[in-house]
């Protein structure tokens, strides 16, 4: 037999594919843009004119002045977000466990302290950030170290360790393991979900930072992608396909890494959910 669909069912799904066109849109736009002929860029919503020409004008095949700058920039990206985000998750898992495991005075105070924190928007800090930061300027410390710490990845481990029984951890201990080891062993390898969705999710916030690369690190030679294409880029310029390129490029990994660990992504955001 048939299933019939409800007229709520159609006009919900309806509802969902235009809002999921929308949300996509500025992505099939900027790739669209990177291939089609510098002299129809952002006049075409279609195909037209497929070139590569934007890319090779990257990798300094079509008269780029400085092309390495580019492969540069990539390279600082990655540099800069990928210990940032390995970090953020060894102090989140660190703290979490202690706050949640671990009993100590002044638990109530530092879970308030980080709550605290989370009421003010981040770019409030930026200069007193800046101000304590400045001796490490144009260098991959300051921009690593002064972002490390995610008061939203550490609220992410207490509350995942609130939902496992002390039991786990009591017996690694009776076994004679220290607390080090029960943070590498066990809390680790039981938290893939949620540090997999950390991770990503701190990797992808540092990858697209702006403000702060900016600041902290003017020299062109410290300049992540990001910082390049925002300091390049001209709305009315001669060449706008290759900043639609870059941009590309600059999404590239995120796609990559989302796809490769879709799963543990998923699972994240149902325990988020829940």
């Not at 037999?1 to 069912?9: A, D, E, F, Q």
């Not at 843009?33 to 129809?40: H, V």
Request: aromatic share 14%.
């Amino acid at each position: 037999m048939k299933k019939k669909i409800s007229l709520k069912t159609v006009i919900i799904t309806i509802i969902t594919l235009v809002l999921l066109a929308i949300s996509l849109f500025p992505f099939y736009y900027m790739v669209i843009q990177s291939f089609t002929q510098w002299d129809m860029v952002d006049k075409v919503l279609v195909p037209h004119g497929f070139t590569l020409r934007s890319y090779e004008y990257l990798i300094g095949r079509g008269g780029a002045t400085n092309s390495l700058m580019w492969v540069k920039a990539l390279l600082n990206s990655f540099i800069v977000s990928f210990p940032t985000a390995v970090i953020s998750v060894a102090i989140g898992l660190g703290i979490g466990y202690s706050v949640v495991k671990l009993q100590f005075k002044g638990e109530k105070f530092i879970m308030n302290s980080l709550l605290f924190q989370m009421f003010f928007p981040a770019i409030i800090l930026l200069v007193p950030r800046y101000m304590i930061a400045k001796p490490l300027a144009n260098n991959y410390a300051g921009m690593i170290i002064p972002l490390c710490i995610s008061i939203w990845a550490i609220f992410m481990y207490i509350n995942y360790f609130k939902t496992i029984p002390n039991d786990v951890f009591e017996a690694a201990r009776i076994d004679g393991a220290s607390d080090l080891r029960i943070l590498a062993k066990i809390a680790f390898p039981i938290t893939k979900s949620v540090t997999t969705i950390v991770f990503l999710s701190i990797f992808m916030q540092r990858w697209s930072e702006l403000m702060w690369d900016m600041l902290i690190a003017p020299d062109i030679k410290m300049q992540t992608l990001n910082v390049l294409i925002s300091t390049q880029f001209k709305p009315m310029g001669a060449f706008p396909g290759p900043m639609y390129a870059a941009s590309v490029i600059l999404t590239l990994p995120i796609i990559i890494l989302f796809l490769c660990f879709s799963k543990y992504f998923k699972e994240g955001i149902s325990f988020m959910l829940k």
